[in-house]
């Protein structure tokens, strides 16, 4: 929990520094993809307050301008409209200021009392629903005040109404990679690569000299599986995905070839088959394997 505080403060301070709202999401108790649009999380007070609201205070925190609702009930009620997570405990207790929106399709009613600001991404119940719900008095006008509040509030905050032409829908599709990102990001992933064991110091890589001559023999490194270079695991899948440019786009197969230089023989074993892998590896000096998964929203994985 605190690490998840840490960190989704720290991401929040980073995005919003740049003039974007961001969201903190999904609120709350998205424990499972399976039957997240039925299942119902019975989780209880003093736990969602010690394990699963920590990094959304990071968020707070930080002056996150906007929360996503979950598909999932908790404790028998829909995370969209439920009074005591949404009211109760995320804007009353937590203090959180800014707007809250529905996963999309996670609208089951006009839930505005309930503390839903935004039903996303259409107006089955926060249009003219909403709007007779005004009219005859069951939504009071200080309500809808309250969510256009809350919503227009951190706009202004971070900028965005300063420019809005620079609000183009259309920038969603611009290429924005530069050198810099592509290097920090490889900085980030080298930092992230543990180091489980190494027995007899075999890494990092030494050059074998022959005893007949004072030379450098060049060793064979055999790469193995689909995973170093034709099918690899870079980025999960759902709708926050983020596919990179080819261009900056570097296998493991191309990185440890380049590295080898002209000490080492890269050869490439494109197979997940161990008995193909095995006969091709054959007479390798050194065989490296690379493995992956992946994960999606809507789905969990059956295994590791």
């Not at 969209?80 to 200021?97: H, P, S």
């Not at 003219?128 to 227009?152: A, F, P, Y």
């Not at 509030?153 to 969603?172: C, F, H, N």
Request: glycine share 8%; hydrophobic share 35%.
């Amino acid at each position: 929990p605190y690490l998840g505080y840490r960190n989704a403060l720290r991401l929040v301070e980073g995005i919003q520094s740049q003039g974007v709202i961001a969201n903190a999401k999904h609120w709350v108790n998205n424990n499972q993809e399976a039957d997240r649009m039925s299942v119902d999380e019975e989780v209880s007070e003093r736990t969602r307050y010690e394990l699963y609201y920590p990094p959304f205070e990071g968020a707070i925190k930080a002056g996150v301008g906007s929360f996503m609702c979950s598909y999932n009930k908790v404790i028998g009620t829909w995370a969209c409209e439920n009074d005591i997570t949404l009211n109760r405990d995320l804007k009353g207790k937590l203090g959180f200021q800014g707007w809250v929106m529905s996963d999309w399709g996670a609208t089951h009613s006009t839930s505005i009392a309930q503390g839903l600001d935004q039903e996303m991404p259409g107006d089955d119940y926060f249009g003219d629903s909403l709007m007779q719900m005004v009219k005859n008095g069951t939504v009071t006008e200080s309500m809808v005040d309250d969510s256009v509040l809350r919503m227009l509030t951190p706009m202004y905050e971070l900028g965005i109404m300063d420019d809005p032409e620079a609000w183009d829908p259309q920038k969603a599709n611009d290429n924005v990679t530069s050198a810099e990102h592509v290097s920090l990001a490889r900085d980030l992933a080298t930092q992230g690569t543990i180091l489980l064991q190494n027995e007899n110091k075999l890494l990092p890589l030494s050059k074998k000299r022959s005893q007949e001559e004072n030379s450098v023999d060049k060793q064979t490194i055999a790469v193995v599986g689909t995973a170093c270079h034709s099918e690899l695991f870079i980025v999960g899948l759902g709708s926050g995905e983020v596919k990179p440019v080819r261009p900056y786009l570097r296998t493991p197969f191309q990185g440890i070839t380049e590295k080898a230089g002209d000490d080492y023989e890269v050869v490439l074993i494109d197979t997940d088959d161990p008995t193909e892998a095995k006969q091709n590896a054959t007479g390798a000096d050194y065989i490296l394997v690379c493995g992956g998964a992946s994960a999606t929203e809507g789905e969990d994985r059956a295994n590791l």
